[in-house]
């Protein structure tokens, strides 16, 4: 089992059953998180005694993915991970003014199949654990010597078919112990499991949700995205209606604009008829076209108007800035070409 697959509390109760000192949780947090440290061996590790860190090393792994491959662009880098079982999973560095982002996969694979998305033509082969996304942040780290300020968890996968790693992957990344990443710089996209949502309005972190929403109707949402034929927007909305009270936090949704199919001024009135009052937040975002998908991006004049449409009925609306027009980015393409080959 990876090492970081441990919250501090876990490894606090691990050490206390080994008869160790509790304080030894904090010491090896320090020495897998601090960014001046970062062992790969636990023999690095040298205030713990060298009995510790041969039961460590019998019981834990300390690496459980690798660089395959980074393709760079202008204020981006996208990687391709092999983990340990030879499946791939990727993750997009992004650099903002106000810091480093670092959007992250939670699954090999994905069952939600949406239509439009890289990720879903590949089916779920399996949850990544709590470590494998840890190490996602570590690796981008290293590699590109940057401090990773943000998290969005929007990669391959739905977050929410992986919700106890999820918890545990925030728990463990904003620990001041660990990566120190604060909550409100955290947020996890899910494209409407409606029981997950209500569950995660009790969540005890202040994190960000994201709805990947892309269609104003039910019949539209159908046509797109299969999970509308199990939770249809009416109880959609009612849970995020119930997170917001609970929370009080806002919510942004997502919405791809896809080319003369959710792109219209009826479906941008649409949008702004079922956020009307809601503290909602609209990121419009420009598609990524594939050559396995047959979808196109909507042009620069429609993307304009719908953005028009939403702030003249008060909808907080912003266009997504893009990233790595010259590389695979669209989510799961860069897996996609590996596993194409």
């Known amino acids: 089992m990876s090492i970081y697959n441990l919250t501090i509390e876990e490894l606090t109760d691990y050490f206390l059953k080994n008869n160790e000192k ?25 205030n713990l005694k060298k009995s510790t860190r041969e039961r460590l090393k019998a ?14 662009a202008k204020d981006v880098r996208k990687y391709l991970f092999k983990l340990n079982d030879g499946e791939h999973i990727e993750a997009v560095l992004m650099h903002h003014d106000y810091g480093n982002s670092l959007c992250i996969s939670s699954q090999v694979g ?10 879903g033509r590949r089916k779920k082969v399996r949850n990544l654990t709590s470590g494998e996304m840890v190490e996602q942040i570590l690796k981008v780290e290293s590699e590109g010597k940057v401090r990773i300020s943000h998290v969005v968890i929007m990669g391959i996968g739905e977050p929410f078919d992986n919700y106890d790693n999820i918890c545990k992957f925030i728990k463990i990344i904003n620990h001041q112990n660990g990566l120190n990443i604060g909550s409100r710089h955290i947020t996890v996209s899910t494209c409407g499991l409606v029981p997950k949502i209500l569950d995660f309005a009790n969540f005890p972190y202040q994190v960000n949700l994201a709805i990947s929403l892309h269609a104003p109707t039910d019949e539209l949402r159908k046509q797109l995205m299969p999970i509308a034929k199990v939770y249809p927007l009416k109880e959609l909305m009612e849970s995020i209606k119930i997170y917001l009270e609970k929370t009080n936090r806002r919510v942004t949704f997502e919405y791809i604009l896809l080319k003369d199919i959710n792109d219209k001024e009826e479906d941008a009135n649409n949008l702004s008829k079922l956020l009307k009052g809601i503290n909602a937040y609209v990121n419009l975002i420009p598609y990524n076209e594939t050559e396995a998908l047959q979808f196109a991006r909507s042009n620069a004049l429609t993307i304009a108007k719908f953005y028009d449409i939403l702030k003249k009925n008060n909808i907080t609306v912003t266009i997504r800035r893009e990233f790595g027009g010259t590389i695979s980015a669209a989510c799961g393409q860069l897996r996609s070409k590996k596993e194409d080959i």
């Open 22 to 46: 509790k304080f030894f949780a904090k010491e090896l947090f320090s020495w897998l998180y601090e960014k001046d440290k970062r062992i790969t061996d636990f023999d690095m590790a040298t």
């Open 59 to 72: 019981e834990f792994k300390i690496s459980t993915l690798d660089i395959v491959t980074v393709e760079k």
């Open 110 to 119: 994905c069952n939600m199949g949406c239509k439009f998305c890289e990720s």
